[in-house]
Every structure is written in C-alpha cells, then in structure tokens.
C-alpha cells in the first residue's frame, strides 16, 4: 500500500464481501506509519495483533519495533 514507506509492509486482502489490512514494523525501531485516505483503521475491529494495545491516531498509526496486526476495514 506504501511503497515509498521502507520500513512498514502494508497490504489488504478481499474475501467476497470482507477486507482485511495488515500493517507490519519489520524494523527494530518504533515507526509512525500514515493510512491511506481511504482506509479507516479502528481498534475494535482489529483481528489479530502481537500487541495489545496498538497506538491508533486520526491518519496514522504508530508502530513498535516488530509490531504487527491485521485488521477488518470492510
């Protein structure tokens, strides 16, 4: 979704009628890593994380060091 970004790997996946984001920090620095403006990211519908406690702005997102989740945008 980023290709600019070099150190967050962003991508979505469509099922039929579902979509899910998954935003990785493959760095082992923390990164703040700007949405797409058409994607909403919300806490409540985070799927899967291998933290607890993702730090969600209005447009971005910061990231830990190895910080990943996926998450429903549909």
Do not use: G
């Not at 991508?11 to 797409?36: A, D, G, H, L, M």
């Not at 994607?39 to 910080?67: A, C, G, H, Y």
């Amino acid at each position: 979704l980023d290709e600019e970004h070099h150190d967050v790997f962003a991508y979505t996946r469509t099922f039929e009628n579902q979509k899910v984001i998954v935003v990785t920090n493959f760095r082992k620095t923390p990164v703040t890593w700007s949405t797409p403006k058409h994607i909403m990211l919300q806490k409540e519908k985070i799927l899967i994380s291998n933290f607890s406690d993702t730090d969600f702005k209005e447009r971005s997102v910061s990231l830990r060091p190895f910080e990943a989740f996926a998450c429903s945008i549909s």
